[in-house]
């Protein structure tokens, strides 16, 4: 352990307690590597965007790091621990949106498009689309990839499906539409989405409401200070997902410990 939270990227004291708890137990008789040294290292190579293979000594092997990543990316461990933590979200508001990353060409070198890749073509170039649900302090509760140039309308029952949300949704004019709305009162809420300019009854949106859209969109831009997430460089959508779930959960886990 010499040396190893010297890093600024590492996991803080406060970081490596919350997440310690919800890690798989250990094999009996299997001795694992560090847990936190490889999951600082992981967090290495999502706030850089680094190579796999440029991580730095002090985090030990970048295949052994990588395999870890990996094959918990495959166990759904990254997604539980986002649950767990994103299960104290309020059910007062909630907010949605999509934003834009590109592909990188390491990722975009298998098959475009494809169901394992979420790459598409927008006018970015090879693009995936992360569509998100936050809550009032701008927290993320649930994450669905798509190829860069999928609809939100679309992808909204997809998104919001899953949840039990409560209270206001707020979305802006490009989520307007019957099945959106439908997705999200089923979901049991209220929809607060401005009609577009073609439609003949036009339905507008409290402005002290609707202002509160800066929260999701104050989101993406922390969650894209992880370069290994405001560029995609990982090939299959699983493992970009598992990215960003571990990318949110130490946003969780910041605001924890800001207001604490």
């Known amino acids: 352990m010499e040396g190893l939270m010297s890093g600024r990227h590492d996991l803080t004291e406060r970081e490596w307690a919350a997440i310690a708890p919800l890690l798989p137990n250990k094999p009996r008789g299997v ?5 936190r040294r490889v999951i600082s290292g992981i967090f290495y190579i999502l706030r850089t965007g680094a190579p796999w293979r440029d991580l730095p000594e002090r985090y030990g092997p970048p295949t052994t790091v990588y395999n870890r990543y990996n094959r918990w990316a495959k166990q759904g461990v990254w997604l539980r621990i986002f649950e767990r933590l994103s299960q104290v979200s309020p059910e007062s508001l909630h907010l949605l949106d999509s934003s834009i990353v590109r592909a990188h060409q390491h990722a975009a070198g298998g098959k475009k498009g494809g169901p394992d890749h979420a790459i598409g073509r927008s006018r970015g170039g090879l693009t995936t689309k ?4 936050v809550d009032a302090r701008g927290l993320p509760v649930r994450f669905v990839l798509t ?4 609809s939100d309308k679309t992808t909204t029952p997809e998104l919001v499906g899953p949840l039990r949300l409560r209270g206001d ?6 989520y307007f539409g019957r099945p959106v709305t439908d997705a999200i009162e089923a979901s049991g809420a209220t929809a607060h989405i401005p009609s577009q300019s073609n439609v003949r009854v036009v339905r507008s949106v409290d402005p002290d409401l609707y202002r509160k859209r800066n929260m999701i969109e104050r989101f993406f831009n922390r969650l894209k200070h992880f370069r290994g997430i405001a560029t995609r460089y990982f090939k299959t959508a699983a493992n970009f997902l598992a990215a960003i779930h571990l990318a949110a959960t130490r946003l969780w886990i910041r605001t924890y410990e800001s207001t604490t």
């Open 147 to 150: 190829p860069g140039q999928a």
């Open 31 to 35: 001795a694992r590597v560090d847990d």
């Open 169 to 174: 949704v707020v979305a802006d004019r490009g």
């Open 130 to 133: 992360i569509h998100a649900v």
